[in-house]
């Protein structure tokens, strides 16, 4: 069994991604060509915002994003301390300071009351200017961004939403990537709408931001005529070399049809098989990913919580053995990641993300696992539970 079988897929839609990039071969037009604007115009109209703006990879769309808002030193940008280095990386990287908060030990995403606490500190401190809350869509779940947007506008602060994880994902008939004053994914092979290499992109309704975001993305370039050609040689402001290529996007509008057709309802009924079986099996120790009425889940992982007497790399191991293999997202919490050691960043108080550090466990899922392997690793994992 794969923990994401992305054979499987490519498996389905072998005919026509072939032809895609083909298609792209045969027109050498590599970089920026029509698959890209396509691809652009059709995701801006899925997600239900404005603008897209295609780029190299996830990490890339969180820092122009940042850029766009001129973060930097001095700035205090507000992360779940539960994540992907990413959403911290992303605003030390412009000199900014990540200030961490902890999560909802329910859903994973960031606790908006722990926030408004984070914020309330950094202004009593007095040394930073609380400036960007970076939500992240763990997993594939949207954050409560009601919550959240409330304690933005409390402290006019700037939402940006790493939906790196989170695409396809819904809260309240919304989809992900909306929420954000600028929002971010990731086409990571193994996100839930992922490329053949690296990708990523940026989304906004506003319409300045995005003429910035696309003057970033190639090198500071003037944007102001995008017909003429020799406005890329006009640089406005120090800039990226941050684009998709042709392929790439080729493969995406291809993938992006049967995401949206059969994969996200598939994977949801997958989600749900485990559930079931977990249920069936009268497991209630391990604790189930939870999503509220509200929401809708893209299911990036399936991360359940072992119950702490249970050795977790021995059940891994186990699992690894009967040929089921397992992963730890996330074995550290960012505020005790090296890269912030001796920094503000380093002093936070996040016991949940604790906690979940040292109890998770996300089980192979894609839309392509059936009824029968799902029931495998259930009863494979009662077992373990049994013997220990
Ligand atoms: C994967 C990921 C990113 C970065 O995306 P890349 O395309 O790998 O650069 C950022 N944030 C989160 C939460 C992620 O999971």
Redesign the pocket.
């Known amino acids: 069994m794969q923990f994401r079988d992305l054979s499987k897929q490519y498996a389905c839609l072998k005919t026509q991604i072939d032809c895609a990039i083909q298609d792209v071969l045969l027109s050498s037009n590599f970089i920026s060509g029509g698959p890209v604007k396509k691809l652009e115009k059709v995701l801006a109209d899925y997600v239900g915002v404005k603008h897209c703006i295609t780029c190299a990879?996830?990490?890339?769309?969180?820092t122009i994003a940042l850029k766009a808002w001129n973060i930097g030193k001095g700035d205090a940008v507000f992360v779940p301390d539960f994540?992907?280095f990413?959403?911290g990386e992303c605003p030390a990287g412009l000199g900014a300071t990540p200030i961490f908060v902890d999560v909802d030990s329910s859903t994973y995403n960031m606790d908006p009351e722990q926030l408004e606490v984070a914020v309330q500190n950094i202004l009593a401190e007095g040394r930073l200017t609380p400036k960007v809350v970076v939500a992240?869509d763990?997993f594939g779940l949207p954050a409560n961004y009601e919550k959240i947007k409330k304690v933005c506008d409390k402290y006019s602060l700037f939402l940006l939403e790493?939906g790196?994880?989170g695409f396809g994902g819904e809260f309240k008939g919304k989809k992900a990537c909306s929420f954000g004053d600028i929002s971010t994914t990731?086409?990571?092979p193994a996100?839930p709408l992922g490329c053949y290499g690296?990708?990523?992109a940026i989304f906004t309704d506003n319409g300045s931001w995005a003429d910035l975001i696309r003057s970033l993305c190639v090198h500071g370039k003037d944007t102001s005529n995008p017909n003429d050609p020799n406005s890329k040689y006009n640089n406005l402001r120090i800039g990226f070399n941050s684009r998709l290529d042709s392929i790439q996007a080729a493969v995406l509008l291809q993938k992006f049809e049967s995401f949206k057709s059969n994969e996200l309802h598939d994977i949801n009924r997958v989600a749900k098989w485990y559930r079931e079986c977990f249920i069936a099996e009268e497991i209630s120790d391990v604790e189930l990913p939870c999503i509220d009425n509200d929401f809708y889940s893209s299911w990036?992982q399936y991360t359940v919580q072992v119950p702490s007497y249970v050795n977790r790399s021995e059940l891994q191991k186990k699992l690894k053995e009967l040929g089921i293999p397992t992963n730890v997202y996330y074995m550290k919490p960012m505020h005790l990641q090296g890269a912030f050691s001796g920094t503000r960043s380093e002093t936070a108080d996040c016991p949940i993300t604790e906690r979940l550090c040292s109890s998770v466990l996300s089980l192979p899922i894609d839309p392509f696992k059936t009824k029968d392997e799902v029931a495998y690793v259930v009863s494979s994992i009662k077992e373990f539970l049994k013997n220990n």
Do not use: C, H, P
């Open positions: 990879n996830g990490t890339d769309a969180l994540t992907f990413s959403s992240v763990l790493d790196a994880q990731s086409f990571f996100k690296d990708g990523g990036a």
